[in-house]
Nanobody, 123 residues
Framework: QVQLVESGGGLVQPGGSLRLSCTAS????????MAWFRQATGKEREFVAH???????GYTDSVKGRFTISRDNAGNTMYLQMNTLMPEDTAVYYC?????????????????WGQGTQVTVSS
């Protein structure tokens, strides 16, 4: 089993920045990929960014150039630096982990999820 805990959400004005963190515990040595997803009210959960254990990174088009995914040297904490935030970025952000290496933008590729952290972008 893998446990994931997110932190760092909050209220920020348009154009502002936030950094989310996700700390993994448990069977972390078998994790192949970690990712961030988000879910806005009334919408489906959508892929935001992922990073494989080899450091391969992917982003959804709407956040490219604004968001940066990274991890610490031990590989157990993942971050999402979010800059130039816009109201449409408002959502609950979830951290996810998988032992798989394919279809990494699909929610069903990830068996392990955090509880989510709210990000609200509003003036």
């Amino acid at each position: 089993q893998v446990q994931l805990v997110e932190s760092g959400g909050g209220l920020v004005q348009p154009g502002g920045s936030l950094r989310l963190s996700c700390t993994a515990s448990g069977r972390t040595l078998n994790i192949v990929n970690m990712a961030w997803f988000r879910q806005a009210t009334g919408k489906e959960r959508e892929f935001v960014a992922h990073m494989t254990f080899r450091g391969v990174i992917g982003y959804t088009d709407s956040v490219k150039g604004r968001f940066t995914i990274s991890r610490d040297n031990a590989g157990n904490t993942m971050y999402l630096q979010m800059n130039t935030l816009m109201p449409e970025d408002t959502a609950v952000y979830y951290c996810a982990a998988t032992f798989r290496g394919t279809q990494l933008q699909r929610t069903d590729a990830y068996p392990y999820w955090g509880q989510g952290t709210q990000v609200t972008v509003s003036s």
